[in-house]
């Protein structure tokens, strides 16, 4: 398959020309080591390989003479005690950056290591799987805000195309496979994320329990999260629930939407929403089998919205940015989607798998009234066949304008 151009690209170029280490972090099979060897030929070593992880744990000194900067080096998370190494470099060059570009698949791990050595002297960007915009080769792919969405190259897609897209995924690696080969890609990644990924961070007691609280969570993909019915469904406890939620969250695989509040320590405290990042793996978890299945099926709005709210995220996340994004639900039950805070501004998003959304469907907007925050525009991101105007500051946003 010839190379897509990844939007995280610049990120990398402007993290490098200013950190002495850049460390990439993000889910398995996403494509870190790929965009890393597009952006620059420099050295390269993965401590995937038994022999260079073992010299690495064993004598990171002459690891590091051996591969010198420039370097790349892939899966650092196996050998976390050459962050310290890598930090005495770094130390003795002050002037220079881009010295070290590091790939890591276990956040938990990584972010460990990074505060501990390399606190100050890292550039750290997370990278998903293609974004839609990325599959289309659109250009200049930005951070999604309803100000911004009107693209000349962005087009329409029929809700076939979109469900294709939600089904399908955002893994390189099924970008141009046949969708004979779903099946066993998710197969082979769910088994290797346990065996390779799980069982190295923890201790898991049932490998099949480990798998239903996955499945149960797919389930619940753009809900609210709700530790005592999934921990009930699963036969584990509550505690365990929270813990392996955790190791989801620090893979890449799931994300976690807080409320809003204008109290942050609030935010902390109250119910998140939970999406995964990629649809794909969650359609496959669920047992959706095909797009026009999963279409008409009971998921379709939930999958619907899992799929707008990761291309969102990933709007920001490959543009080096932190993605401050919330939900908003007040005490009388009314709730929006969506809400990006920007510069002190919160712009609100509605969802809906609908073709023809209307007022009704923003009346939700007017309670944001009460936050006493400035509001900016706003949107429907839905399945019309072009923008159009709702309301004041307010326009219905095809899904195929995501970026």
Known sequence: MPYIKRTIEDSIARASRFFPVVLLTGPRQVGKTTVFKNC???????????????????????????????????????????????????????????????????????????????????????????????????????????????????????????????????????????????????????QTYVERDIKGLTAISSEMNFLRFVKALAARTGQLLNYADIAADVGISQPTAKSWLSLLVSSGLVYLLQPYSRNVTKRLVKTPKLYFLDTGLACYLTGWKTPEVLEAGAMSGAMFETYVVSEIVKSYWHNGVEASLYFYRDSDGKEVDLLIEEAGTLYPVEIKKKSNPDKRDITAFDTLKALKTPIGAGAVICQAATHLPLAESVHAIPVGYLQ
Request: charged letters at 20%; glycine letters at 6%.
């Open 40 to 190: 620059e030929e420099r050295t390269y070593v993965s401590l995937d390989t038994l022999e260079q992880r073992n010299l690495a744990l064993n004598d990171p000194a002459l690891f590091l003479q051996r591969f010198a900067p420039p370097v790349l080096i892939d899966e650092i998370q196996y050998a976390p005690g050459l962050m310290s190494y890598i930090k005495a470099i770094v130390d003795e060059r002050p002037e220079d950056s881009g010295l070290f570009w590091l790939t890591g698949s276990q956040q938990f791990l990584l972010m460990k290591g990074v505060s501990e050595s390399l606190a100050g002297r890292v550039g750290i960007l997370q990278l998903q799987g293609f974004a839609q915009g990325e599959k289309f080769a659109r250009s200049q792919c930005k951070p999604f805000l309803p100000t911004n969405a009107w693209r000349e190259d962005a087009r329409p897609q029929s809700l076939q195309q979109t469900y294709e897209l939600i089904w399908k995924g955002s893994f390189p690696k099924l970008y141009q496979a046949d969708t004979d080969h779903w099946q066993l890609f998710y197969d082979a990644y769910v």
